[in-house]
């Protein structure tokens, strides 16, 4: 079983549980690719069985719940992708002070239900530093694999 972790990250939060969502499906038996989102394309997601998206949320002159300027572009794409037979999970970090909390995970997973590909986990949202929620990243990343196992079954 193969994963792609994409992910935006301002403060390292986010590249943080990219690291530690890789370090966990290794240790399963997952042969694991992380990439920042500026360095590859929603098709790339094809080659994988695990589709995973990582990305804080921006303000921006007051407004809450803005997608990072880096992600607009893979974005747009990712809708475009037909990823039936793939598995998805989104996650981010946040700031509970902001009314948007984590909006760009929602915004991700309703990019990723226009693709086709199942829904693996229920998304990780994160208010701090990453480390804070490590038992939230094993149930995560034992249900995307428990999903990609059950829907590889019915192929």
């Given at each position: 079983m193969?994963?792609?972790?994409?992910?935006?990250?301002?403060?390292?939060?986010?590249?943080?549980?990219?690291?530690?969502l890789a370090e966990i499906l290794e240790y399963s038996q997952v042969e694991v690719r992380v990439?920042?989102?500026?360095?590859?394309s929603p098709y790339d997601y094809h080659a994988y069985d695990l589709c995973l998206m990582g990305s804080y949320t921006y303000e921006m002159?007051?407004?809450?719940?803005v997608l990072p300027q880096e992600t607009h572009g893979f974005y747009e794409e990712l809708r475009k992708e037909d990823l039936s037979g793939h598995v998805w999970g989104t996650f981010g970090s946040g700031d509970l002070k902001y009314s948007?909390?984590?909006q760009a995970v929602d915004d991700f997973s309703y990019q990723?239900?226009?693709?086709?590909?199942?829904?693996?986990?229920v998304p990780i949202k994160i208010n701090g530093p990453a480390e804070e929620d490590y038992e939230r990243y094993i149930l995560f990343a034992?249900?995307?694999?428990?999903?990609?196992?059950?829907?590889k079954g019915r192929l």
């Open positions: 193969k994963a792609l972790i994409v992910y935006a990250s301002l403060t390292g939060n986010t590249q943080e549980m990219a690291m530690m990439s920042e989102v500026q360095q590859v002159f007051g407004k809450s719940g948007a909390f984590c990723f239900e226009k693709t086709g590909a199942t829904q693996g986990a034992n249900q995307l694999i428990e999903t990609a196992v059950t829907l």
